[in-house]
């Protein structure tokens, strides 16, 4: 089977472009590293990126990498062929995290949070070593939802994740593109364009209960009840958003 781009429907299209004017995170001249997962935001992000290539009054460049951490049971080495079949420049990064994590992680240490900084690390170098300047992040609004409850009820703070901002370092943006879409978005798309999601994208954060998951069944319940609890929540989130490109922050 060969791989085409798929179109995304016009409500992703239409999000994604309002949230990248917004916070003016993609600039003539920029080459874009997606990270990808294999799951089903991450694809779907891909081929709205690729569609708004085509027809954005910019010009950017796309490429993809996935880190894959060798956890058992998860193999998203199925996404070569598809990469190479939509013609996309593609890396593909194994590195034992999950080993490493067991090895070094006290007990009350987050596997997950682990994984996710030396996942950032190595996709920090790949973007350096072949010249790209913006990082591309898969989260949605639902995520940011979630992170925003935890780091309130947890944590004591008023945080969520940027949608745009500048790496410590300086040299590398990092954008979110879906921070104003929902997760039901990109679940539809990617079921109904048939994308190769790769399944249960981190087992190891299926193991057991989490206390994202946690968050999300209590969104979804106050949303049963309130329809337009994550329009209001979007509106509260915004001054925790950032500017264009503002520097980075531990929340990010």
Known sequence: MTASPAKPPKSLLRAAGEAIRD?????????????????????????????????????????????????????????????????????YHAEPIAEDALRRLKDND??????????????????????????????????????????????????????????????LRVIRPLLYARERQTRDFALAAGLPVVADSCPACFTKPTERQHMKELLAVEEQRYPTIFRSLLTAMRPLLGGKGTPESPAD
């Open 110 to 171: 987050s596997f997950c949070a682990y994984c996710a900084r030396m996942k950032r690390g190595i996709l920090y170098r790949i973007a350096r070593d072949h010249g790209y300047n913006v990082i591309v992040l898969g989260q949605h609004l639902d995520d940011l939802a979630e992170s925003f409850f935890m780091s309130a009820l947890h944590g004591g703070q008023l945080r969520t994740m940027k949608a745009h901002y500048t790496i410590e370092a300086g040299d």
């Open 23 to 91: 916070y003016d995170m993609i600039r003539d001249g920029d080459r874009l590293l997606l990270g990808v997962s294999g799951g089903k935001d991450s694809l779907s992000l891909l081929q709205v990126l690729l569609h708004l290539q085509r027809r954005a009054p910019v010009r950017f460049d796309v490429a993809a990498v996935t880190v894959d951490p060798q956890i058992p049971g998860f193999d998203p080495s199925g996404l070569k062929p598809y990469m190479a079949e939509l013609g996309v420049p593609y890396f």
